[in-house]
């Protein structure tokens, strides 16, 4: 059996969970999650970096500082998770969706400007598969129209655009450590600040809306409720388990990329011969091997060829079903100009294993398979 996704875990991991459990201090905010909030304030140079309970969690603080309200409209693919519209949902905000391009399945940037109506205050663009959108376009979108910058990038830690690490780039960036992501705290996530100026809010909005982050430094001496909040903080013994993989981001990191090498390298005659689509990474843009997708030519091949794979003991999964065609969608949000490729790519998409353990010969085993897929296929025909 070849699975899907399979998290995270070694010793090292156990070993900081133990330690976490041993400290006695088990709350949100301790040594671990400074050492993990340290790692990306380093590494990604972004004025702060504040763990959250998840990716969700990150997008919700994010809307939050961007005062979107009743009303305002906010600019997002419709191509997605849920998480990307929810947060504009809750605060009262109405999505609009635009289409995707199809090489990358991100946003499209020439397309969003024509989307932009008095009502719109932002721009959530969301990294797919952790390669980056086109973000000095979506930048001077923003600037022109006086927007904020949303960057989804719960699969996109460890990517770059043009050498600057994504989630820095537009005015806050949020990632996901949920358990299918490349790193992992079973769940988990970080909001990214990219000015220092809103910090002292994130930090507030995260501490249940009260002062306390500032009464813990002593900056005051004693703390109480000044804004609105919730609880966004995980706890410190999920943070432990993190950082057991953060202190060895980049051993993962190459493994992981070694293994969507490989996949690429394997499927580019099927893809030479016009059997599938391979994914595709634009200029200047360093992704992270977070999944690998083919497209086939219609829905029914794709659904014949999951089934194909199932039958020989290989998980493979499609994606999303696109947000302005669910039930939530309808109601909370419209889709602006034409739906060209979101759902006719999505429905040819599908993602092959892809995790850190996966091994050279199971990869070649899934193209095999894949393969074989395709001749039993032709001589059907
Ligand atoms: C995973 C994911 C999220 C949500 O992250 P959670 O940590 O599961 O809340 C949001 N947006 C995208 C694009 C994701 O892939």
Redesign the pocket.
């Known amino acids: 059996m070849i699975d899907f996704n399979r998290p995270y875990y070694d010793d090292i991991c156990l070993k900081y969970v133990k330690q976490a459990f041993e400290s006695h201090y088990h709350s949100g905010d301790g040594e671990f999650t400074r050492k993990c909030r340290k790692w990306f304030e380093e590494k990604t140079s972004c004025a702060s970096c504040l763990l959250t309970t ?4 990150a ?1 919700e603080m994010a809307v939050l500082l961007c005062d979107i309200g009743p009303s305002d409209e906010v600019i997002m693919p419709s191509f ?2 849920s ?2 519209a929810n947060c504009v949902v809750r605060a009262g905000g109405r999505c609009v969706f635009v289409d995707v391009r199809p090489d990358t399945m991100n946003i499209d940037e020439t397309k969003i400007e024509e989307a932009i109506t008095d009502k719109t205050r932002a721009i959530i663009c ?1 990294h ?1 598969a952790g390669v980056s959108c086109e973000m000095d376009t979506i930048m001077k979108i923003a600037k022109d129209h006086n927007l904020k910058v949303i960057e ?1 990038a ?2 996109g830690v460890m990517s770059s655009y043009h050498g600057k690490p994504l989630g820095t780039i537009g005015d806050f960036g ?1 990632y ?3 358990e ?2 490349n790193y992992s705290m079973g ?3 970080a909001l990214i600040v990219n000015h220092p100026e809103d910090i002292e809010r994130a930090e507030i909005l995260r501490e249940k809306g009260t002062n306390r982050s500032k009464y813990f430094r002593g900056q005051i001496d004693k703390y109480s409720w000044v804004d609105v909040g919730s609880s966004y903080l995980p706890s410190d013994i999920l943070a432990a388990f993190l950082w057991g993989q953060l202190e060895q981001a980049q051993r993962l990191y190459d493994e992981r990329m070694a293994i969507w090498n490989l996949y690429y390298e394997l499927l580019t005659p099927l893809s030479e011969e016009g059997l599938i689509e391979l994914p595709f990474i634009p200029e200047g843009i360093t992704h992270n091997a977070h999944l690998f997708f083919i497209k086939t030519e219609s829905l029914e091949v794709r659904q014949s060829l999951i089934s194909y794979l199932k039958a020989r003991d290989i998980l493979t999964v499609f994606h999303y079903v696109p947000l302005h065609s669910a039930e939530a969608g309808r109601k909370y949000g419209r889709f602006s100009g034409e739906d060209k490729y979101t759902t006719a790519d999505s429905e040819r998409l599908v993602r092959l294993p892809m995790y850190y353990g996966l091994t050279h010969d199971e990869v070649r085993t899934v193209v095999a398979e894949i393969r074989g897929f395709y001749d039993e296929q032709r001589t059907v025909r």
């Open positions: 998840s990716g969700t969690a997008l997605t998770f998480s990307t969301v797919y989804d719960a699969q949020c996901s450590f949920h299918t992501k769940e988990g996530g």
